[in-house]
């Protein structure tokens, strides 16, 4: 992974953090939208630390395999990559 590691585990610290709060919230039956808004809140996160990983991929693998003339399979992973964002 060529992403900068120290700021995708600060992401995936801080995402997980906010789902133990979650779990807490729902235990202690806080108010829906509270919850809600925690658990959007969270997803954000987790797609900033998404996104990094495809933005150093893209700069690095992608870039690699196509200079080496390997782009066809890059190309697929991508693209099956953005199908399940589309979802």
Same mark, same amino acid.
């Given at each position: ?42 997803? %954000? ?6 996104? +990094?990983? !495809?933005?150093?991929? $893209?700069?690095?693998?992608? &870039?690699? %395999? ?6 066809? +399979?890059? !190309?697929?992973?991508? $693209?099956?990559?953005?199908? &399940?964002?589309?979802?």
């Amino acid at each position: 992974m060529v992403a900068d590691k120290e700021k995708v585990t600060r992401l995936l610290k801080t995402a997980r953090g906010q789902l133990d709060g979650l779990l807490k919230m729902v235990e202690e039956d806080r108010y829906c939208i509270d919850i809600s808004n925690q658990l959007m809140a969270t997803q %954000a996160i987790l797609k900033k630390a998404n996104s +990094e990983i !495809i933005h150093a991929h $893209l700069g690095c693998c992608v &870039k690699e %395999a196509f200079e080496n003339g390997n782009a066809e +399979e890059k !190309i697929d992973e991508i $693209l099956a990559v953005m199908d &399940k964002l589309s979802k």
